[in-house]
């Protein structure tokens, strides 16, 4: 079982719509949860970080955790063509005295005009 | 806002040549990194660095591997014979803190000829 599960995608939406992304872990150490933006042949590019269950906000996006079912999500409100990417999620813990950065797979999305 | 810079943004290779690809991490951040990423696969983790010394290394990283830090600002990884599978994108990161999100360059494409 990986670590950290998320669908590859392509998941294409219409312009407007609400997106949301997922990503699911095994871990239960893991105990920073990071979104990046990653466009074609750029570097990731942060866009969320939290350490707790719940809701953050920042302008289109939310990042939403839930530590007891150990499921992460990004909400994009009114999807914009040049949010098309692929969005990668993070976590991170302290294990085995190493502190280890684990990355989902990247899901792959198409906001269409 | 202070961003991570990659030099050069592709380089191109003989097989068995030496190649040393170039970072300048933020300025007050003390943690470095590099990853790989294979076209059209995962973000893969190479090498974290921290205090002058390799703090964590993937198994990738072997002994055709090596990061220094020769002065205040630069990073470099240097892949002493290159092998026709070291063809990829290279990104460097930093953080301020272990526990602190990772910030990434643009990277440097590295075509192995």
């Known amino acids: 079982q990986k670590e950290v599960e998320q669908d590859p995608g392509p998941l294409s939406v219409p312009e407007g719509a609400i997106v949301s992304l997922n990503c699911t872990y095994s871990?239960?150490?893991?105990?920073?949860f990071m979104w990046y933006r990653q466009y074609s042949r750029k570097g990731p590019e942060l866009l969320m970080y939290t350490y707790s269950s719940g809701n953050k906000e920042d302008g289109r996006f939310t990042a939403q955790v839930d530590k007891s079912s150990k499921y992460i999500s990004l909400f994009i409100r009114d999807s914009q063509p040049s949010d098309s990417a692929t969005y990668l999620c993070?976590?991170?813990?302290?294990?085995?005295?190493?502190?280890?950065?684990?990355w989902g797979a990247g899901t792959k999305l198409i906001i269409k005009p | 806002e202070p961003e991570v810079t990659q030099t050069p943004s592709h380089q191109v290779t003989q097989m068995g040549q030496e190649v040393i690809l170039r970072c300048v991490p933020i300025s007050n951040h003390l943690y470095f990194y590099w990853y790989r990423q294979i076209l059209g696969q995962k973000v893969e983790f190479l090498v974290s660095?921290?205090?002058?010394?390799?703090?964590?290394k993937s198994e990738i990283f072997d002994d055709q591997f090596s990061v220094e830090r020769p002065d205040g600002s630069n990073f470099t990884l240097k892949i002493r014979s290159t092998k026709l599978e070291d063809s990829a994108m290279y990104f460097c990161a930093s953080s301020r803190e272990w526990d602190q999100p990772q910030h990434f360059g643009d990277g440097t494409r590295l075509s192995i000829l």
């Open positions: 660095f921290y205090n002058n010394e390799i703090s964590e």
């Open positions: 993070a976590m991170s813990a302290l294990l085995d005295s190493n502190y280890q950065l684990i």
């Open positions: 871990n239960s150490a893991f105990q920073y």
